[in-house]
């Protein structure tokens, strides 16, 4: 074992050991105390809106013509990657994390929005390619790796009580999770039931299938925080019925399909929110779920502070490894148990400096369910959209709110089942319900073209933001729905479930190396 193994293992074990428990709830009390009273006298409000991204991808290696019989195959990034991009560490170790600064919302800030995720993929790309290896932009792998997709996601050791995935990142805080994970199971595997297949794996690494890109919006006062927050959860599910990406999983995984056309119809238009929330949803409360609506900016506080404890770690047991802003020292234990409130939709307090004029003291809203999307392009356009349109509807005065929390649920869970032809739930600007997507999309758009519009983003600007998104409705096809179809075109050619699924992969891989929007595919 080695030292950093070693490490690890030890922290893991002081996160399990239940008298850890005590300092660690007493710290988040006092830190939740002054988190509220810095929310209500106003020390985390901040003169502008502003936007950030996270976005994952995953790595591949090997030729995309298909000859080896398989084409690209995941693959682990080498560490050197690591050490000439401007990228992060993922869960898995075929994962990589591209994230941008956060810049005001306004015409120069989405332009420099737009100009970081290219620059900085193209870097963390470069850098894979010196290394054999080839980035994809994409919600979910289904060529695996040599060994095969249950291998590789089932590979483990134990090393003094703690399990240890062997292609999840030896980080102390995936390893402390993945290991509270079982342990809230009892110890026992943790199941994935989805159309198709039923499996069980011995840890959470099959998370690690899916990548997600995540629009961050900095909300300037505390008193405007729950407005916005429960406009997006309003639109959770348009927004992710317009980006699905991902209904396949790898093809062994679905072991003998007996009606391949079958499973291409019932599969979902997003797996990847039944692989997340059936990989961590081990506690009596579903921490993996779309949050309920808040009433005050100090609720977000409350929430994480009641949610189930997961892997608690205390600072000083890795003080220094990471420089730090003062805010971040002053609420590290509240900031670690946030990390693992994943609702579909999170306030995150504190984090970067944006400029002069705002602070690292910001609340800013963590719009997590759109899945990698296939181009930067597209990325860009699913950003600005987010931002535009949570400005424009709450800028607008838009009953959007009065939907019943439970129907904006409902309109999510059945846009991951069914994409654009999901049955969605809207109020209109005039105050009446709909269910008409023409009537939701087209109230969407506009929105976040007057949203945007809002913050001095010109015209010519917006359209090349949100046009080739806008076109997904018009077209009817998003990135899932056209996976679907290359899958059953290969199917009724006479390929085999395997085969279809590799070939659509291939294509989808090839074209997204070409750079441009979803929308030029169709």
Not at 115 to 140: F, K, N, P, W, Y
Not at 398 to 409: D, G, K, R
Not at 425 to 432: I, K, M, Q, Y
Not at 470 to 490: F, H, I, N, Q, Y
Request: charged fraction near 25%.
């Amino acid at each position: 074992m080695s030292d950093a193994t070693g490490e690890t293992v030890e922290l893991v074990r002081r996160a399990l050991d239940p008298d850890t428990a005590e300092p660690f709830e007493a710290r988040l009390t006092e830190q939740a105390r002054w988190l509220r009273a810095a929310i209500e006298e106003g020390r985390m409000d901040n003169p502008d809106f502003a936007v950030g991204l996270e976005m994952e991808v995953y790595a591949v290696a090997g030729g995309n013509d298909g000859s080896d019989g398989a084409g690209p195959r995941l693959t682990r990034l080498p560490e050197e990657v690591f050490e000439t991009a401007a990228a992060n560490k993922e869960l898995g170790l075929h994962n990589v994390e591209i994230n941008t600064d956060p810049s005001v919302l306004s015409e120069t800030g989405l332009e420099t929005q737009a100009e970081a995720i290219r620059e900085r993929t193209q870097s963390a790309s470069s850098a894979a390619r010196d290394h054999g290896c080839e980035l994809v932009l994409d919600a979910m792998w289904t060529l695996p790796p040599t060994g095969g997709a249950m291998a590789y996601l089932s590979a483990t050791a134990e090393r003094d009580g703690v399990v240890l995935a062997e292609n999840m990142r030896q980080d102390p805080r995936y390893v402390g999770i993945d290991n509270d994970a079982l342990r809230h199971g009892g110890g026992g595997p943790i199941s994935l039931s989805v159309p198709g297949a039923d499996i069980e794996f011995p840890t959470i690494l099959f998370e690690s299938l899916a990548t997600s890109i995540q629009p961050h919006l900095q909300v300037p006062s505390a008193a405007e925080l729950p407005a916005y927050y429960n406009a997006a959860i309003r639109t959770l599910g348009p927004i992710l019925a317009l980006s699905a990406n991902s209904p396949f999983l790898p093809a062994e995984l679905y072991g003998d399909a007996d009606d391949p056309e079958a499973l291409v119809e019932a599969t979902p238009h997003e797996l990847r929110i039944d692989v997340f929330e059936q990989s961590v949803n081990r506690t009596p409360n579903a921490k993996v779920s779309v949050p309920r609506d808040i009433g005050t900016a100090t609720d977000v506080v409350d929430r994480v502070l009641e949610d189930g404890r997961y892997a608690p770690f205390l600072r000083e047991w890795i003080d220094g490894e990471t420089e730090r802003t003062e805010l971040a020292d002053r609420i590290w234990e509240f900031d670690h148990k946030r990390g693992t409130y994943w609702r579909w939709l999170r306030c995150v307090i504190g984090g970067a400096r944006v400029d002069a004029a705002n602070d690292e003291r910001s609340l800013r809203i963590e719009y997590r369910p759109i899945p990698t999307q296939p181009s930067v392009a597209d990325v860009v356009g699913m950003q600005a959209l987010v931002a535009g349109v949570l400005r424009g509807l709450v800028g607008s005065g838009h009953p959007v709110a009065e939907l019943p929390w439970s129907a904006a649920e409902s309109s999510f869970y059945d846009a991951v089942e069914n994409g654009l032809d999901a049955e969605l739930a809207w109020v209109t600007a005039a105050g009446e319900r709909t269910s008409d997507s023409d009537v939701i999309f087209d109230e969407l758009f506009e929105h976040a073209r007057s949203g945007l519009e809002a913050e001095g983003v010109p015209a010519d600007d917006i359209e090349q933001y949100l046009s080739p998104i806008e076109r997904r409705w018009s077209g009817r096809a998003t990135p899932s729905s056209w996976k679907k179809a290359r899958v059953r075109d290969a199917l009724e050619e006479g390929a085999d479930l395997p085969g279809a699924i590799a070939a659509m992969q291939r294509e989808y891989i090839a074209r997204s190396r070409e750079g441009d929007a979803f929308v030029s595919w169709l």
